[in-house]
């Protein structure tokens, strides 16, 4: 049974860098064809990818956020993490992280299995 | 501003059907990317409807159906239920600017 669950709820101040953990079960981030990828949703707004990494370690940024994301994984703890820096209250949302779909041996550029999600608000 | 464009709403009666669009371009749906949806329900995470055009994953009841063309896909609910309404998104991969992937704005579906 595949699960990803998120690090606890955050407060941060503007400028600050925020770090989210994503522990993972019921599959290797080693396996070939395997990512996991991170989203985020403002309250009341729509989804928004962020970063993606692969088995092989190979990664992937939205290009409007490239420049203030790193996202690294450890295998041997079974986690992936996103660091951001210099947050700002419009990066106030929901983040979820999310597993890439693969079936009968081709993976596909979506997702099949998320977090619960993680609420991170940015405020003074 | 969504790569990817979608309605903010549809609505239809129980037992009727709806269908919701997607609009993309070139360097999506145009340059072959494929289309997937996401049903939202509120407070809860994206669960994925339909992958790669017009597959459901296991456990999607077949009411639900996707198609694409060109530079736009839709998404087909037919016999409407009441647990249907919820937000719609639809997502893609994107090659300009290196390569991302993409979502729609999201469509609220109301059932009457």
């Known amino acids: 049974q595949i699960t990803l669950k998120e690090s606890d709820p955050t407060l941060v101040k503007p400028t600050q860098t925020l770090t989210l953990t994503c522990n993972i079960s019921g599959f290797s981030l080693t396996t070939s064809g395997v990512s996991v990828g991170w989203i985020r949703q403002p309250p009341g707004k729509a989804l928004e990818w962020l970063a993606l990494?692969?088995?092989?370690?190979?990664?992937l940024y939205s290009p409007s956020l490239k420049n203030r994301l790193t996202i690294t994984k450890d295998s041997s703890q079974n986690q992936v993490v996103l660091t951001m820096t210099n947050m700002d209250p419009v990066d106030t949302a929901t983040y979820y992280c999310?597993?890439?779909?693969?079936?009968?041996?081709?993976?596909?550029?979506?997702?099949?299995?998320w977090g619960q999600g993680t609420l991170v608000t940015v405020s003074s | 501003q969504s790569v990817l464009t979608q309605p903010p709403s549809v609505s239809g009666a129980p037992g009727q059907r709806v269908t919701i669009s997607c609009t993309g371009s070139s360097s999506n749906f145009g340059a072959g990317y494929d289309v997937h949806w996401y049903l939202q329900l509120p407070g809860s995470a994206p669960k994925l409807l339909i992958y790669?055009?017009?597959n459901r994953p296991s456990g999607v009841p077949d009411r639900f159906s996707g198609s694409k063309s060109g530079t736009s896909a839709s998404l087909a609910i037919t016999g409407l239920q009441a647990e249907d309404e919820a937000d719609y998104y639809c997502?893609?991969?994107?090659?300009?600017?290196?390569?991302?992937?993409?979502f729609g704005g999201g469509t609220k579906l109301t059932v009457l």
């Open positions: 999310a597993h890439r779909y693969c079936h009968d041996g081709t993976c596909y550029q979506t997702f099949d299995f």
């Open positions: 997502q893609s991969y994107d090659i300009s600017l290196s390569g991302s992937v993409v």
């Open positions: 790669a055009d017009s």
């Open positions: 990494i692969y088995w092989d370690d190979e990664k």
